[in-house]
């Protein structure tokens, strides 16, 4: 057995306590599928004093965080400590220029500033990695840069976000509304006290660009997402949805269109027969579709110090068996600008609802800015009468470009009959 | 870039075929993300004139199989022939004694001989890796031992059998009996001409006794595996299993017990609530549950020439790459003989179905010997009756040894009531 891989821990929440905890515990066996011991010697975080539960009278402390990157006896840096800039991206940046291998569950910092890390990294020919940062505890970094290593990728997507799922699955099993859904969500700790991050698909959208990149070697671009979440999702929504049968899941997409970039978060219904559509509460999922390995879906917890520390040590045990390799698939000076694919030039079906007065002729206004705009409709309900005395209905679009649905709708913005933004939802198909 | 992967191909059938055809569609992109290209050089299979659709001429055709492992400018062998011994064997062990690493899809070959092969490859210091072998397309191999390895593996199962999966979903689907989805699927080229190998669940346990290793760090143990197909189950069983909200599943299941390696291939009824219930058709899935990451799961298509290539082609990158490392997830001489753990001593719920004559006391003789076995019964059904005057009883017992069911069953041997073998399925549950 050789020398073990000398590792300072940054951060001491949930995770890196978690961390601390899966070496302790399974420390041994890691040494023989490692090859060598992983041996935790420095570790930081704000508050030295805090019980975490776990035992940090074996490790080096260090009170200033940023000093790791300079210590001696140390191989690699583990990051635990999140936010896209500030003390992660100081550290991030120093480790690697003392020539540090650097792990990292922080996704906003690799959203934001992978490019510039990968390549530090990659010019210093040491290792950058952040299974944990995508999907928790699911191996899909490694799953696609190694297991579909083979293919072109057609498309990446999935659900990203736990906390959204959780809420939309909740209101689907129960007929709940949002509101309250996200309130007990809240009461549980499955839901942040400010959950924007979540349900407004930033997390989401944060996960889905580090995907991209690594599927298509576009470099990452997480301006280049377009972000919608799931707060005007009426339970009406998802029964509606069921009717016709799909359930309505938050997905992150990308795909290659006609050489640009395409990524949207947003919520899909999402077929039934999808394996997609099976994925319930806080469980993640991302599917790859290769154009020799078809699909492949990977799922598991998203979250969580458990999964969240099984990603960070299984990247330790890549960097031990020195298998570290590129940072994303290939190499981050080989990456292209993949340019930005507008929405508005995809085909397919929407799903449009309505809050609407119930007054004559909101209908023939709604069907003649439709068919104004091109956008012929397949099926269309007029569904029960809200509390507040307003009437919903929801459509489903023919085979339209999305940019057509847009302009539909734009006829309509200043109308007195609708009440509210109507909400736009796509139909996950094998084209999307 | 570096000089290119030079490899040679010995089989070249379908699966052949298809990695030929994906290193020309995908090479340019393979070669920017494994850092050098991978260069067929020499081929090699039993009739030269065949049409594969393929262009051969680029390639050395070398007329005798073996001595591709004597190719000088050769660096590995890819191997997609099959059969456990014989000309795959000899060429494996040719190949890897002369130093070149290895290739395959040959799930029976690892099965039977992975520790042989394991031993010599890593005293040569060079790759063995067999993703294709389990699960078709889906990286599950790399998925267990890099992207599981931070954890114990407490248990490993899975659908790891297409044709078995696409006959019991089918029979779901349409409450069609077994003989005649399996005549329709033999039609559609779904299942071979002589089915047995799949639906007598060996080729699930070929790929469970290597998962099993890989998760374990125990020694394949191919014939440790206790293996049952899907021959007894009827539609009925079906029927019966979704009344009580299961669905029918083929699995191969490995955990450690005791210390002793528990390895079955056997149907199982599997909760609706489990990502394994909505496994449909050919598909197939592989749970491994982490004592860190809890369950994780990968889907995908588990055979066909695109998705084997895939893995194949997979393989090569890493080893393109340099990430070839320990055969399984520790080095072969420090796997360990698990020893077997015996099904008898397992606890759970069974569903036990009878075909049985209808006649008085037929019932009470059947309860009378669970009793005498100490096996309890939590719900009884006696459903209709079959066209041949028979009568159905489905029963679900509750917690108890296997080996006192067994024991029951056997008091039932002789019984003049009893038309046929009873068909005994143990319920999938969270301690399975």
Redesign the interface.
């Known amino acids: 057995m050789t020398a073990p891989l000398r590792i300072a821990l940054a951060g001491l929440g949930t995770v890196g306590s978690?961390v601390i905890r899966?070496i302790n515990?399974?420390g041994a066996?890691?040494a023989?599928?490692?090859?060598r011991p992983i041996s935790i010697v420095a570790v930081s975080a704000r508050d030295r004093n805090r019980d975490r539960g776990v035992d940090l009278s074996p490790y080096k402390w260090v009170d200033d965080m940023d000093a790791l990157a300079g210590e001696p006896d140390v191989d690699c840096v583990v990051e635990m400590v999140g936010g896209s800039d500030g003390p992660a991206l100081t550290l991030a940046r120093n480790s690697l220029s003392h020539g540090k291998s650097f792990v990292t569950a922080n996704k906003a910092m690799i959203a934001h500033h992978g490019m510039e890390l990968a390549l530090l990294a990659e010019s210093k020919g040491i290792s950058l990695k952040y299974?944990a940062a995508v999907a928790g505890?699911?191996?899909v970094i490694?799953?696609i840069r190694?297991?579909?290593?083979?293919?072109?990728i057609e498309r990446v997507y999935g659900i990203l976000n736990g906390t959204s799922n959780y809420i939309l699955t909740t209101m689907e099993k129960h007929g709940s509304d949002f509101d309250s859904v996200l309130k007990d969500a809240q009461a549980l700790g499955y839901a942040e006290a400010d959950p924007g991050f979540d349900i407004d698909g930033v997390d989401a959208a944060h996960k889905l660009a580090i995907l991209a990149a690594l599927s298509f070697?576009t470099e990452v671009d997480f301006d280049g997402v377009e972000v919608a979440g799931i707060r005007g999702i009426m339970s009406a929504d998802i029964g509606q949805a069921k009717a016709l049968g799909y359930r309505i899941r938050l997905l992150g997409m990308a795909r290659i269109d006609g050489g640009k970039l395409f990524q949207r978060v947003n919520a899909y219904l999402v077929p039934e027969?999808h394996?997609l559509a099976?994925i319930?509460g806080s469980t993640n999922a991302v599917v790859a579709e290769?154009?020799?390995?078809?699909?492949?879906?990977?799922?598991?917890?998203g979250a969580?110090d458990?999964?969240t520390?099984?990603?960070?040590?299984?990247d330790?045990?890549?960097i031990a068996?020195n298998?570290g390799?590129?940072v994303f698939?290939?190499?981050a000076d080989?990456m292209v600008k993949g340019g930005r694919a507008q929405s508005g030039n995809r085909t397919g079906k929407s799903y449009i609802r309505f809050v609407v007065a119930d007054k004559p002729g909101v209908l023939a206004e709604i069907t003649a800015a439709m068919r104004d705009a091109q956008v012929s409709i397949e099926s269309m309900i007029q569904t029960e009468k809200t509390n507040e005395g307003s009437v919903l209905i929801s459509m489903v679009t023919h085979e339209s470009r999305e940019c057509d649905v847009t302009q539909g709708l734009e006829k309509l913005v200043n109308s007195s009959s609708l009440q509210g933004e109507p909400v736009v939802m796509h139909l996950l198909s094998d084209e999307d």
């Open positions: 978690g899966l515990e399974n066996m890691i023989q599928r490692a090859g299974e505890g699911i191996p490694k799953g190694d297991g579909a290593s083979a293919n072109r070697g027969s394996p099976h319930e290769g154009n020799f390995s078809g699909r492949l879906m990977f799922q598991g917890a969580g458990g999964p520390a099984s990603a960070v040590v299984a330790l045990i890549d068996r298998d390799g590129t698939s290939v190499p080989k």
